[in-house]
């Protein structure tokens, strides 16, 4: 498969996010958000805001796809539903686990859980992506 290393750097909204993949292994990827300043929502609590784990989980369901599926192709996404259970704690990264749950020959169904505890989940949701007609892909490793 290529390598989804360095996957940080070609995709600017995830470095700017400094979204770090820790894991990937077939179907299932694993990815830590940095808590940081710049990504409370609410300063008077310095809790994260969605929108930054929203984007981990959306990627990261991408890097999941394409692993389970062995190389990068193109797809777009039908659906994203991210359903929080409570806030992330302040001061703390956030872990992210997408698997691909079942690939059909237009669609890939993907399930994610954040957490910064893993038996206590910050975050569920479910990611549905379009495989599109292969062509260049932005996700391949130039070389």
Known sequence: ??????????I???HALGIQL???DGPVAVSRLPWADHLVG?????I???????????NLSAVAMHSGIGHAVPCATIDLRVD???PAEPGRDVYARSELR???RQVAFIT????QDEADPIALASCTYMLLPERQSSMKAEG
Do not use: C, F, N, W
């Open 42 to 46: 609410d300063p008077d609590t310095g």
């Open 22 to 24: 820790v894991e990937v």
């Open 48 to 58: 994260m805001h969605g929108g930054p784990i929203t984007t981990q989980i959306d």
């Open 84 to 86: 929080y259970l409570k």
């Open 1 to 10: 498969m290529e390598s989804l290393q360095g996957l940080e750097d070609r």
């Open 112 to 115: 994610s859980v954040a957490y």
């Open 102 to 104: 079942r690939l059909t």
């Open 12 to 14: 600017p909204h995830i």
